[in-house]
Nanobody
């Protein structure tokens, strides 16, 4: 059974930092693309950052230079380091894994991030 469990969300003041974690189990983590998405209140889910099995990274323009995605294949965990947070970063953040043949998609339950001004 595949599980993705996010943690690290919370309430932070603007300019602060948070580190989100996505602990996975039940999949061959090192072969999976890992992506962080977020869904602001009343809006659609959007891609935040992605990392491939060989650690190629991609970021939304809105977070470039502030957020860093990483992975630890030994710990089967993906991370999202969020610095210089802004109120518009407020959202539920979701971890997503895609991989395997045929490709399968897995989602975590989400973790809430609230940035106060």
């Amino acid at each position: 059974q595949v599980q993705l469990v996010e943690s690290g969300g919370g309430l932070v003041q603007a300019g602060g930092s948070l580190r989100l974690s996505c602990a996975t189990s039940g999949l061959l983590f090192r072969f999976y693309n890992m992506t962080w998405y977020r869904q602001p209140p009343g809006e659609q889910r959007e891609l935040v950052a992605a990392i491939t099995p060989v650690s190629d990274r991609n970021y939304a323009d809105s977070v470039k230079g502030r957020f860093t995605i990483s992975r630890d294949n030994a710990e089967n965990t993906a991370y999202l380091q969020m610095n210089r947070l802004k109120p518009e970063d407020t959202a539920v953040y979701y971890c997503h894994a895609r991989g395997g043949l045929p490709p399968s998609d897995y989602w975590g339950q989400g973790t809430q991030v609230i940035v106060s001004s």
